[in-house]
Nanobody
Framework: QVQLVESGGGLVQPGGSLRLSCAAS????????MGWYRQAPGKERELVAR???????NYGDSVKGRFTISRDNAKNTVDLQMNSLKPEDTAVYYC?????????????WGQGTRVTVSS
């Protein structure tokens, strides 16, 4: 069974920084796109950032210039460096991976890690 496990969430002051990490494990041939989505209370889940195996990055408009996504294809990990954090960044952040099992593809999600930006 494939698992995506996030870490690094917590409480940070406005203007501060936080780094999230996600590691995928299990019977994985490879992972195509990996990334991060977030969901705040009462709102829909939204794209934060995602990255292809070849290095193409896509960011949500609200985080461009502040967040940076990176990944290690060999380790099946993806990180999110979050700088200049704002209260509106408060949400549960979910790791995402489109997992290639060789015989097919499936979207997989982590359990989420909470990020709270507050004074």
């Amino acid at each position: 069974q494939v698992q995506l496990v996030e870490s690094g969430g917590g409480l940070v002051q406005p203007g501060g920084s936080l780094r999230l990490s996600c590691a995928a494990s299990g019977n994985i041939f490879r992972i195509n796109d990996m990334g991060w989505y977030r969901q705040a209370p009462g709102k829909e889940r939204e794209l934060v950032a995602r990255m292809s195996r070849g290095g193409r990055r896509n960011y949500g408009d609200s985080v461009k210039g502040r967040f940076t996504i990176s990944r290690d294809n060999a380790k099946n990990t993806v990180d999110l460096q979050m700088n200049s954090l704002k209260p509106e960044d408060t949400a549960v952040y979910y790791c995402y991976g489109n997992v290639d099992y060789d015989v097919g593809y499936l979207d997989q999600w982590g359990q989420g890690t909470r990020v709270t930006v507050s004074s």
